[in-house]
C-alpha cells in the first residue's frame, strides 16, 4: 500500500491513516548496479507503467464498490494490464504493478503460508500471484509487487512461526525482544539483523516473488522518511537485507522505496536500491484520484533538493502520474500537462495510476508524447530550477549536446508572463527553440523566452544556443570588501568556490556585496551562488532601493552549492547589492557572478 491504514481500515478513519499508509506505487526489484554488483544495470534510464493504488485509494464514484481499496483484484489488474499492452506498451510503459493489499480481504484480514510470507488473498487473486504475473509477462510486460518493511505482527504466529530454509529458526528469533514496531504505520514488527535468522527471512520472501516472476518489488513505509524518525524507525539494514537478498535469488527485480524517504540517507537509498520517494503520496484520498493542492503542487518545492542523487541504476520517484483520464484526475488541463512535465524534466519513473481503460484524448496525449517522453528516458539530465521557487519558475539542465531542456512553470493562481532568458542560461545571443509539447519550431530566438501562461500552466522547450557564452565577473560573499550585519558572519565551506561563504543570515542579518561595476545601465541576470539544507528566502536590493523576496530552493544539505539567477536592476558603475534575511532565515551565500553585460 502506500498510504493506507494498514492494519485495520475503518471505514472513516482512512484519510488520516491513509496518508500515513503505504505509499507509492511501483515494483521491480533488482540489485542496484551501484551496489557493487556485476549484473546488467537496472534502472538504466526510470522505469514506465501503471500501478493500483490511485485507483485503490480514491473515492470517485464506482472505483472502489465493495469498500475502501477494494479495487485491486485479478480482473482489475488483468483489465489495466491488457489495457496498458494496447495503448501505451508502444511508448515505453511496460511495468503492471500491484499495490498494497494484494494479500488482504476487503475487511484488511491477511494470508501468510506456513513461513509467515503474505500469500494472495482468494477472492483478490484466486489465480495465485504467480498465475498474475505469467499473463503479464505474457503480454510483454513486467510485473511489480509490493510490501511493507518489517515483520507483520500478523506473521509473527506468536513467535512459533518457522523461517523458510533456515533449520531451528523462528518468528521469535527475527525481531527484537520487546516487539518494538516499525515503518510508517507501525504495523510490522522491527527486525533485529544482529541476529543470524533475519537475513533468512527477507531471502525466503525475495525467494518467493523471484519465484512467483515479479520484476520489481516497492517497499514501503521504508524510514528514516514515511513520517518517522529515530532508531526503531531506521530500516536502513532492511533495505539492505533486501538487495543482498534479491542479489542471491539471481533474478533482476528492481528495488523501489516508498514513502517519502529521509535525504539524510540519500546515499543510502542509491546504493541498495534503484528507487526511492522523495515526496508524500501524490493521492488526495478524495473524490477524485489527485488535486492540485493535494499534494501535486508540493513537488516543485521538494524536487530540488534530490535532484543531484538521480541518474542510472537510480532516480528520484515523484509518484504516480494521473493526468489521463480528465474529471478523474481532478485538474485542470494546464495542471495536468505541468504536471506531466515536471515529472519528465526530473527524470521520475513515468507510471500512471489511471483507469488506462478510459483514458481521454488530451490525457492520451500527454502519456504518449514522445519528445516529451524522450526528456526522461534519453540522455538529458534531471533538470532544476535556474531561478528563485518563486510563483513564476524557470527549470532547465544542460544536455549533451550543449542545448538546454528548459521549463516555464506558473505556479500561481492566475495567468501570468514567465520568461526563461539566456543569461540565465550562461551564453548571449540567439537560440533556436522547439516546443515538445506542441512539436513546433518557435524558430531562432533573441535573449529569451517569454509565454503567457495560464493558472498552473507551464511549457517545455529545447532550447540550442547560438550565441557566445556569457562573460561574468565573480564576486565572493567573504570578501573584506563587503558589509556584514546582524548576524552575518563567514564560515568555512569546502564546496563553496573560496573555501568559505556567509552565514548566519536570520532574524536581520544583512550581507551587502560592495563595489559591483557593471559598464551600463540595465537589468542583468545575477547568478547567486548559495547552500541551503532547506527551502529559505531573501530579500535581496540594490544600491539602497526597495527589496524583492525570493525563495531559493534547497540544494539538499548544507555541503552543497547551488545557483539560481534574479534580473537586478543595476546602474552604470559601481553598485551594491543587498540579501537581508529579514525576520526569518536565509540561505548562505557563497558568491554572485554579474554578467559583464546587460
Same mark, same amino acid.
Given at each position: ?24 506505487? =511501483? ?6 548496479? %551501484? ?25 470517485? #464514484? ?59 488473498? #482468494? ?113 536502513? =539494514? ?15 527485480? %528492481? ?125 538529458? #539530465? ?37 520568461? =526563461? ?165 536565509? #540561505? ?11
Amino acid at each position: 500500500m502506500r498510504s493506507s491504514s494498514y492494519s485495520a481500515l475503518p471505514a472513516r478513519t482512512l484519510r488520516a491513516a491513509v496518508v500515513l499508509a503505504l505509499a507509492a506505487g =511501483a515494483v521491480t526489484v533488482a540489485p542496484a548496479a %551501484h551496489a557493487g554488483t556485476t549484473a546488467p544495470t537496472l534502472a538504466a534510464k526510470p522505469y514506465m507503467g501503471w500501478s493500483s493504488w490511485s485507483m485503490q485509494s480514491s473515492k470517485y #464514484p464506482g472505483l472502489n464498490p465493495d469498500g475502501d481499496y477494494s479495487y485491486l483484484t485479478e480482473a482489475n489488474v488483468t483489465q489495466q494490464t491488457d489495457a496498458l499492452a494496447a495503448k501505451l506498451k508502444k511508448y515505453g510503459y511496460d511495468h503492471v504493478n500491484i499495490d498494497a493489499g494484494w494479500w488482504r480481504d476487503t475487511t484488511w484480514k491477511p494470508e501468510y503460508d506456513q513461513y509467515g510470507r503474505q500469500q494472495a488473498d #482468494p477472492k483478490r487473486f484466486p489465480s495465485g500471484m504467480k498465475a498474475v504475473a505469467d499473463r503479464i509477462h505474457a503480454k510483454g510486460l513486467k510485473a511489480g509487487i509490493y510490501l511493507p518493511a518489517g515483520l507483520e505482527k500478523d506473521a509473527y504466529g506468536d513467535g512459533k512461526t518457522p523461517i523458510w530454509n533456515a533449520d531451528g529458526c523462528t518468528t521469535a528469533d527475527i525481531v527484537y525482544s520487546d516487539l518494538r514496531t516499525t515503518n510508517g504505520w507501525d504495523s510490522s514488527y522491527k527486525l533485529d539483523f544482529s541476529r543470524p535468522c533475519t537475513q533468512k527471512y527477507i531471502d525466503s520472501q525475495a525467494q518467493l516473488i523471484a519465484d512467483w516472476g515479479y520484476d520489481l518489488l516497492k517497499l514501503d513505509g521504508v524510514g528514516p522518511g514515511s513520517g518517522k524518525s529515530g532508531d526503531q524507525y531506521d530500516n536502513v =539494514a532492511d533495505v539492505a537485507a533486501w538487495n543482498k537478498a534479491i542479489t542471491a535469488t539471481g533474478r533482476p527485480i %528492481h528495488l523501489e522505496l516508498s514513502w517519502s524517504l529521509d535525504i539524510g540517507h540519500a546515499a543510502d537509498w542509491k546504493k541498495y536500491s534503484n528507487g526511492w520517494r522523495i515526496d508524500t503520496d501524490v493521492e488526495c484520498y478524495c473524490n477524485t484520484l489527485v488535486t492540485w493542492e493535494n499534494s501535486v503542487d508540493d513537488r516543485w518545492d521538494d524536487t530540488p533538493g534530490w535532484t543531484k542523487y538521480a541518474g542510472p541504476g537510480g532516480w528520484n520517484d515523484l509518484d504516480s502520474l494521473d493526468v489521463g483520464n480528465g474529471r478523474m484526475d481532478g485538474l485542470t488541463k494546464a495542471e495536468r500537462q505541468s504536471y506531466a512535465t515536471l515529472w519528465a524534466i526530473a527524470k521520475s519513473p513515468l507510471f500512471t495510476g489511471d483507469d488506462l481503460t478510459k483514458l481521454d484524448s488530451y490525457g492520451l496525449s500527454l502519456l504518449t508524447n514522445r519528445e516529451v517522453i524522450a526528456v526522461d528516458q534519453g540522455d538529458t #539530465p534531471p533538470a532544476r530550477p535556474i531561478t528563485p521557487s518563486d510563483p513564476q519558475q524557470v527549470w532547465a539542465a544542460k544536455n549533451l549536446d550543449g542545448s538546454y531542456t528548459v521549463a516555464l512553470f506558473n505556479l500561481a493562481g492566475s495567468p501570468a508572463a514567465v520568461s =526563461a532568458s539566456w543569461a540565465s542560461l550562461g551564453f548571449t545571443g540567439k537560440a533556436s527553440v522547439r516546443d515538445l509539447w506542441n512539436h513546433e519550431n518557435l524558430g531562432s530566438l533573441k535573449d529569451k523566452v517569454t509565454e503567457a501562461l495560464p493558472a498552473h500552466g507551464s511549457r517545455l522547450f529545447t532550447v540550442t544556443p547560438h550565441g557566445r557564452a556569457l562573460a561574468f565577473t565573480g564576486n565572493e560573499a567573504e570578501s573584506p570588501a563587503n558589509t556584514l550585519a546582524g548576524n552575518a558572519s563567514v564560515a568555512d565551506c569546502s564546496a563553496c568556490s573560496g573555501g568559505k561563504k556567509v552565514g548566519n543570515l536570520y532574524l536581520g542579518g544583512r550581507l551587502t556585496f560592495n563595489d559591483i561595476v557593471v559598464p551600463e545601465a540595465g537589468t542583468y541576470q545575477v547568478r547567486i551562488a548559495y547552500v541551503s539544507g532547506d527551502a529559505r528566502s531573501a530579500a535581496i536590493s540594490t544600491n539602497g532601493g526597495g527589496a524583492t523576496t525570493h525563495k531559493f530552493p534547497s540544494t539538499g544539505d548544507w555541503g552543497t552549492v547551488e545557483t539560481v539567477s534574479v534580473p537586478l536592476i543595476l546602474k552604470a558603475g559601481s553598485n551594491t547589492i543587498t540579501f537581508d534575511s529579514g525576520t526569518g532565515y536565509a #540561505p548562505d551565500i557563497d558568491r554572485i557572478d554579474v554578467p559583464k553585460s546587460s
